[in-house]
């Protein structure tokens, strides 16, 4: 807090090397922590959206999932917007389409 | 149920484990508490040299467990305090020859008659470590407010947790309170934050901690350091006492400060 007052009063630079560090961090440790590697992690997320997918238009360019920790546990947060619904027959097509291109829909970050 | 087992470690090296462990037992011992610290790096001993107590070694922890000698003559007696002993690590040996359960059974000896144990673990997180952290009834968790540092810890805490030994406790070691206030350092809220687990002990950067080590007198015995107060302090939070934690940025008044921001920045 009085980190912060300080920065407003223009007494510490806005973002000094102890951020990075801070920041660094807390991405590294998410990984450390759960120690999945990162092709099942995509693995993962590539399969959370299929499913997803059976029942809602999936927004792919627009879907963030990602780990976080709070306190010593770990999360898998989600954001997947999606534009409408998808009736049982459209997911059915929405699946064959996606098998037959598979590889390079999957690997979105 | 006597002593309480306390395992000081670490992960990385060269963060202060042994200079902890050291003024740990020196302040334990100072508060009347009979203390026993034990050197479990094996092969690689040092706790006698910070300790000054370096001349007086005959029988060490492997001679113990080996059964060349009895517990007791590989106890060495501080020379300023008679309820202060030392148990050396073996120089010439390596960690396999202690195992876990020697570690517990050697604690066991002990517990009745102290009432702390106090065990400087090896860098590392192998058989080492775990010799350490085996009879521990509390573990201690030092590092440096630094990226590769805080890493290693948090890789200790996992595997205290693994064992049923954690979540450990934190002493962050070599604070510098003027390039925390540049933003060019973690603060130890920012280490908790990240590591998420309770913090006993905040160590400032001591200019004093190298000459102590040279001289075999450990700092905590110096009235005057602030690391000494630091490490007094942690020693009470052991005993159960609630001490609040120091203010970092006792250093000097506002005309130094001003003197310090046209110098840039640099302090002492």
Not at chain 2, 5 to 18: E, I, L, N, P, R
Not at chain 2, 43 to 48: H, K, S
């Amino acid at each position: 807090m009085t980190g912060l007052l300080e920065r407003l009063l223009g007494r510490s630079p806005a973002k000094g090397s102890g951020t990075t560090a801070k920041e660094r961090l807390q991405f590294i440790l998410v990984h450390d922590r759960i120690n999945l590697p990162p092709e099942r992690l995509q693995a993962m997320k590539a399969e959370i959206l299929e499913v997803i997918s059976k029942y809602v238009a999936v927004e792919r360019d627009d879907v963030d999932i990602f780990l976080e920790q709070r306190n010593r546990d770990s999360l898998i947060k989600a954001e997947i917007p999606f534009s409408g619904v998808n009736t049982q027959d459209e997911a059915r097509n929405r699946m064959l389409t996606a098998s037959n291109s598979d590889d390079d829909s999957l690997d979105d970050g | 149920m006597g002593a309480k087992v306390v395992t000081v470690t670490s992960g990385k090296g060269g963060v202060g484990k042994t200079t902890t462990t050291a003024n740990l037992g020196i302040a334990l011992a100072r508060m009347g508490k009979r203390v026993v610290v034990i050197d479990a790096d094996i092969g690689l001993r040092n706790l006698d040299i910070v300790m000054g107590l370096e001349n007086r070694i005959v029988y060490d922890m492997v001679d113990v467990i080996e059964g060349r000698c009895q517990l007791r003559q590989a106890m060495i007696k501080h020379k300023q305090f008679p309820d202060l002993f030392l148990i050396p690590a073996a120089q010439t040996r390596d960690k396999t020859a202690v195992s876990p359960t020697d570690m517990i059974q050697t604690a066991d000896k002990l517990r009745t008659e102290f009432d702390f144990i106090i065990i400087d673990s090896p860098a590392g997180i192998e058989r080492g470590f775990r010799n350490a952290i085996a009879p521990a009834d509390e573990v201690l968790i030092v590092t440096n407010p630094e990226v590769s540092a805080v890493r290693d810890a948090d890789r200790i805490i996992g595997l205290l947790e693994a064992n049923n030994k954690g979540p450990g406790k934190l002493i962050l070691n070599r604070v510098k309170a003027e390039m925390i206030k540049r933003g060019e350092m973690m603060s130890p809220d920012d280490v908790t934050d990240i590591l998420a687990i309770k913090i006993i002990g905040i160590v400032p950067e001591d200019e004093g901690v190298i000459p102590s080590s040279n001289s075999g007198n450990p700092i905590t015995l110096n009235e005057n350091s602030r690391a000494g107060q630091a490490f007094r302090n942690i020693a009470r939070r052991l005993s159960g006492e609630e001490v609040p934690f120091m203010q970092l940025n006792e250093t000097g008044g506002f005309m130094q400060r001003i003197a310090r921001l046209f110098s840039g920045g640099q302090s002492e």
